[in-house]
C-alpha cells in the first residue's frame, strides 16, 4: 500500500466527535515521546519565521506568483484561525479516489 493511500485512510476525528479529546491526547502523548519528532518539530519551528518570509516577499513578478503567494497566505490564515475541520475546507473522500 503506498504512503499516500495509508495516510488517506489516518484521519483525525473533528472535535465534535466523543473521541477527539483522546485521539489528540494519545498523538501528543506519541509525539512527546518521539525524540525524532521533537527534534523534527524544533528544526520546523527555526525555519518557519524564514519560509514564511521568502513566500511573502519572493516571487519572479509574474500574475501567477502574485496569486499563488496570496493563496498560500489566506490558506494558513484560515488554518491557523479556523482549523482544519471547517467547512472552508475540502474533505477528502476515499469513495472519490481512483485506485492505482
Not at 477527539?20 to 518557519?48: C, F, P, S, T, W
Amino acid at each position: 500500500m503506498g504512503r499516500i493511500k495509508k495516510f488517506s485512510n489516518f484521519r483525525i476525528p473533528p472535535p465534535s466527535d466523543p473521541d477527539h479529546k483522546i485521539v489528540m491526547a494519545a498523538l501528543g502523548l506519541q509525539a512527546e515521546m518521539d525524540i525524532g519528532n521533537r527534534l523534527k518539530l524544533r528544526e520546523v519551528n527555526e525555519r518557519l519565521p524564514y519560509f514564511a518570509l521568502s513566500r511573502a516577499e519572493g516571487g519572479s513578478g509574474f500574475p501567477i506568483a502574485w496569486t499563488l503567494r496570496h493563496f498560500f497566505v489566506e490558506y494558513l490564515d484560515r488554518l491557523i484561525k479556523i482549523g482544519p475541520f471547517s467547512s472552508h475546507f475540502i474533505q477528502y473522500h476515499s469513495k472519490f479516489s481512483y485506485v492505482f
